[in-house]
C-alpha cells in the first residue's frame, strides 16, 4: 500500500520558513519522481516542485523559485520542502506525491500517488 506521512506544516508570519517532511513508503522510491504541489481555497491544484530522477533536474514553480528549496534522502525515503520568505499567498494545503513521468522540457511532473497534506497557513 502507498503511503505518505507529510508533517511540518503550520502557521507562520509574513517572511517566515518552514520545512515540510514527507516520508514514503509502499513503491520503490528510487524509481519515482517526487515532489509536492499546493491547493488554496478556491482555487485548483498547483504543482511548485519536483525532483526528478529521469532527468536529474529538479522543477520549481515561478513564484517559488529562490524562496522554496526540494530535496530528498532516498535513504530515508523522505523528501523535504523548505519553504522561506513565506507570503500570504503561499496558505495551501500542501501535498507530497511521486510519479512515474517527467516532462522532459519543463521538469514538472506526472503524479500517480500522493498524500493527505499539511496545511501551511501565511498570516500578514
Known amino acids: 500500500e502507498v503511503q505518505f506521512v507529510e508533517s511540518g506544516g503550520g502557521l507562520v508570519q509574513a517572511g517566515g520558513s518552514l520545512r515540510l517532511s514527507c516520508k514514503a513508503s509502499?513503491?520503490?522510491?528510487?524509481?519515482?519522481?517526487i515532489g509536492w504541489f499546493r491547493q488554496a481555497p478556491g482555487k485548483g491544484r498547483e504543482d511548485i516542485s519536483c525532483?526528478?530522477?529521469?532527468?536529474?533536474?529538479?522543477y520549481y514553480a515561478d513564484n517559488v523559485k529562490g524562496r522554496f528549496t526540494a530535496s530528498s534522502d532516498n535513504a530515508k525515503n523522505t523528501v523535504y520542502l523548505d519553504l522561506h520568505n513565506l507570503k500570504p499567498e503561499d496558505t495551501a494545503v500542501y501535498y507530497c506525491?511521486?510519479?512515474?513521468?517527467?516532462?522532459?522540457?519543463?521538469?514538472?511532473?506526472?503524479?500517480?500517488?500522493w498524500g493527505q497534506g499539511t496545511q501551511v497557513t501565511v498570516s500578514s
Open positions: 509502499g513503491f520503490t522510491f528510487d524509481d519515482y519522481n
Open positions: 506525491a511521486a510519479g512515474a513521468y517527467a516532462d522532459p522540457y519543463s521538469g514538472r511532473c506526472g503524479y500517480d500517488y
Open positions: 525532483i526528478s530522477t529521469n532527468f536529474g533536474r529538479t
